[in-house]
Nanobody, 124 residues
Framework: QVHLVESGGGLVQAGGSLRLSCAAS????????MGWFRQAPGKEREFVAA????????EYADSVKGRFSISRDNIKMTVYLQMNSLKPEGTAVYYC?????????????????WGQGTQVTVSS
């Protein structure tokens, strides 16, 4: 099991940038794939980005492709989400999640460990 704590959320104007961090604890961090998801009020949790255990492969939702970047530092046991050109529709609680296995998945049900979430609000 991996314990996850997100940080870096806040209020930003449309077009601005934020970098989210997700600090992990647990001996298995370097062997788990990581993902970022978000959930807006009244909506289902949706996939944003994911990265394999080695960092060698990444995937993004079409809505953030070209603007967001996921990365990880296995020594620091941290995964990051750099968000540029933010849009008001990006307002949501952002969660990081971990799953055992080498493959990237997009379904929240495939992830066994979750952080508490960090609020991102993008004003127009």
């Amino acid at each position: 099991q991996v314990h996850l704590v997100e940080s870096g959320g806040g209020l930003v104007q449309a077009g601005g940038s934020l970098r989210l961090s997700c600090a992990a604890s647990g001996r298995t961090f370097s062997s788990v794939a990581m993902g970022w998801f978000r959930q807006a009020p009244g909506k289902e949790r949706e996939f944003v980005a994911a990265i394999t255990w080695s960092g060698g492969s990444t995937e993004y939702a079409d809505s953030v492709k070209g603007r967001f970047s996921i990365s990880r530092d296995n020594i620091k046991m941290t995964v990051y989400l750099q968000m540029n050109s933010l849009k008001p529709e990006g307002t949501a609680v952002y969660y990081c999640a971990a799953r055992t296995g080498r493959l990237i998945k997009r379904d929240p049900a495939d992830f066994g460990s979750w952080g508490q979430g960090t609020q991102v609000t993008v004003s127009s």
